[in-house]
């Protein structure tokens, strides 16, 4: 896609748009939105990246659009996962409800600056050197066999360097000051824990982004479709956060699926370099065939996590009812 830089720059017009508005509706009311509220929102952001997808298979043919509907996926499907993280985040520094919004908005936003520029590194990098493509196969195998091969624990949240830089070199004070970022006290300006939180936010973000840029690689050698991709992902994250926030202990196979999923996009990157390399029996895997995997994946992941959970909720209550039958019979 040799694309002239009106359409880089218009598109990412369009993205800054949005999301002032998003921010403008947040700051003038700050709350924990209602369930309405996030349906609408979620599916305008689903229905924004259809329209754009619809858009570029008219204007640019069925590889492209079906390109990025595979990488949207893909991505969208990672920061459902990474939300496990995020409620950790939430919790761990006790952010107001009131303001979760808006701490979830600009982490998003920083994550996406940072997924900016890691792109554009990445895409420099992939059109000069195509062994990376082993690396990032390789990396996303490991990847996926770590995910797999994890327990069903809960992870717990550990600060990363960038965050610990933060609190050690800005003075920080004890409490939130409503959703102000710095405030002077005794004559000093210190920074609140609403920055720390956002930076939290963001720099796990592009630390979760060292797999999910590798993988969307796999499926698009594009930046446009890369970053426009991850785009539309991040965008409606802050609304779906609070949709599923009650869903995410019961999508209890998602870290499996997104295992398959990774699993196959890193099988996919070798086969497809050595492909490129003059291997005649590896062979070069169609964009459908890649899309039909990774919704096919999620889907069966997806139901068999809320079949599973509704199944453990019915034997947790049967002791309960069982119980309350024999007090009966006593009675």
């Known amino acids: 896609m040799n694309l002239p830089p009106w359409i880089w720059l218009a598109t990412i017009a369009g993205f800054v748009l949005v ?60 920061s459902v996962d990474n939300l496990f993280v995020f409620l950790l985040i939430m919790s761990r520094f006790q952010v107001p409800m009131r303001y979760r919004q808006k701490v979830l908005l600009v982490g998003i936003v920083l994550a996406l600056i940072m997924r900016g520029v890691f792109i554009a590194l990445g895409a420099e990098a992939v059109t000069r050197f195509d062994w990376l493509f082993y690396v990032f196969g390789a990396f996303l195998v490991y990847t996926a066999w770590k995910l797999i091969s994890s327990s069903e624990e809960s992870a717990e949240f550990s600060e990363n360097a960038v965050l610990r830089a933060v609190r050690r070199v800005l003075p920080t004070t004890s409490a939130y000051h409503g959703a102000s970022l710095t405030v002077r006290q005794d004559g000093r300006r210190m920074v609140t824990p609403m920055l720390i939180v956002m930076t939290a936010i963001g720099t796990t973000d592009l630390l979760f982004a060292l797999d999910s840029i590798p993988a969307i690689f796999g499926l698009t050698r594009e930046p446009y479709l890369v970053f426009t991709a991850n785009a539309f992902a991040l965008m409606g994250l802050r609304q779906l956060f609070f949709l599923i926030g009650g869903l995410l202990d019961r999508l209890v196979y998602l870290s ?14 070798v086969l497809e370099a050595l492909h490129h390399d003059g291997v005649s029996w590896a062979p070069e895997i169609p964009i459908l065939v890649s899309l039909g995997v990774i919704v096919g994946t999620l889907a069966v992941t997806t139901v068999a996590s809320l079949v599973k959970s509704a199944r453990d909720r019915g034997a947790a209550a049967m002791p309960s009812t069982a119980a309350s039958s024999a007090d009966s019979d006593r009675t």
């Open 256 to 269: 499996k699926g997104l295992s398959v999923v990774l699993a196959f996009i890193g099988v996919k990157l």
């Open 19 to 78: 999301l002032a508005v998003d921010f403008y509706l947040v700051a003038r009311n700050p709350r924990e939105p209602s369930f309405k509220e996030c349906v609408g929102w979620v599916t305008f952001y689903v229905a924004l990246a259809g329209v754009f997808g619809a858009g570029l298979l008219l204007l640019s043919g069925p590889a492209h659009g079906g390109e990025f509907f595979a990488g949207w996926i893909t991505e969208y499907s990672l």
